[in-house]
């Protein structure tokens, strides 16, 4: 062998040597993924429960209320059995639909056609959801507006009546002043806010008397519960909104109210041993109270002298 293949074969020997000095490096390990520990949910604390409402009474032997205003009526004859703050302005958001519900119920022909237009589902908040086009009685309208306080029904009612709102709020207020309610002024068929309107609970007191009066609306504000059919085919169930009716079987209806600016409004009625009297109780800040205090009025106004002392 000569010299220069010696060579080439020890240089070719060397590199085979140097190959592992230039391997890949052996990757690094992975970083351990720990996992998270997740807290355990805690329960959500038990709600507190409502310490019991009570019954407390005023120098007279009166139910204390926490009310704006107040007014308890004998129905028959008008007298006021007790009062706080009568005169007081307040809005008294959908008890006026009693007002709107004199004058359809006055006006009649209650089982006559009416079709719903665009007009009348610009309202809000609760509704009925019908649609312009549909069909309905006079007498379907007004009474889930009376049961259920649907704004909807009220201005599509004041509408067909008049021919528009503005003009059926004219006919409010001039028979508003024909049942002697001088310190009030409506502006809607429903009672949502407006500074324009306003009414008090004295007044509202005179509404109720005449409202109580009528059969159709008297039959109507003592429903409890109405299937209202609407032109689709489609039927819902509304309950009334005056909790009082569903629990006391002295209360005959009549109406509730609510906004930010009103507060809870309740008009109440209940009748007993051929007795009725009339609680109106506006302005007051918590609900669950405005139940409390109409129901313990009415008791009281079936009890008390048919006059103040």
């Keep these: 062998m000569g010299i220069r293949p010696l060579i080439f074969g020890l240089l070719a020997g060397l590199a085979a040597l140097a190959l592992p000095l230039h391997a890949a490096p052996t990757p690094a390990p992975k970083p351990k993924t720990t996992q998270k520990k997740t807290a355990p949910k805690k329960k959500p604390a038990p709600r507190p429960t409502p310490a019991p409402m009570v019954l407390e009474w005023d120098a007279n032997g009166v139910p204390i209320t926490h009310a704006a205003s107040v007014v308890v009526a004998d129905a028959e004859t008008y007298r006021v059995l007790y009062e706080k703050n009568a005169t007081e302005i307040r809005q008294p958001a959908s008890t006026q639909k009693l007002l709107t519900a004199l004058l359809v119920a006055e006006a009649g022909n209650l089982d006559r056609k009416l079709v719903i237009q665009p007009g009348d589902t610009h309202v809000e908040p609760t509704k009925l959801g019908f ?3 549909d069909v309905y009685t006079r007498r379907e309208l007004l009474r889930v507006m009376l049961v259920h306080s649907v704004n909807d029904a009220a201005v599509a009612l004041a509408r067909d009546n008049a021919g528009s709102v503005e003009a059926f709020s004219r006919k409010m207020n001039a028979r508003a002043r024909e049942l002697g309610m001088r310190n009030s002024h409506f502006v809607n068929p429903n009672g949502l806010p407006d500074p324009a309107q306003y009414s008090t609970a004295r007044d509202m007191a005179r509404l109720a008397l005449a409202a109580g009066r009528n ?6 504000v003592s429903t409890k519960e109405v299937d209202f059919r609407y032109s689709d085919g489609r039927v819902r169930k509304f309950k009334n909104t005056n909790l009082i009716l569903r ?5 005959t209806g009549m109406k509730t109210g609510y906004t930010k600016a009103s507060g809870h409004c309740l008009i ?14 506006l ?8 139940w409390f205090d109409s129901d313990n009025l009415l008791a009281w106004g079936l009890r008390a002298p048919r006059s103040l002392p």
């Excluded at 109440?268 to 109780?281: D, E, L």
Aim: with cysteine; glycine share 8%.
């Design 283 to 290: 302005g007051e800040q918590k609900r669950n109270r405005m």
């Design 131 to 133: 649609k312009p086009g």
């Design 247 to 251: 629990d006391n079987p002295a209360c």
């Design 268 to 281: 109440s009625s209940a009748t007993q041993n051929g007795r009725t009297v009339i609680v109106v109780v």
């Design 215 to 220: 059969s159709t609306i008297r039959s109507m």
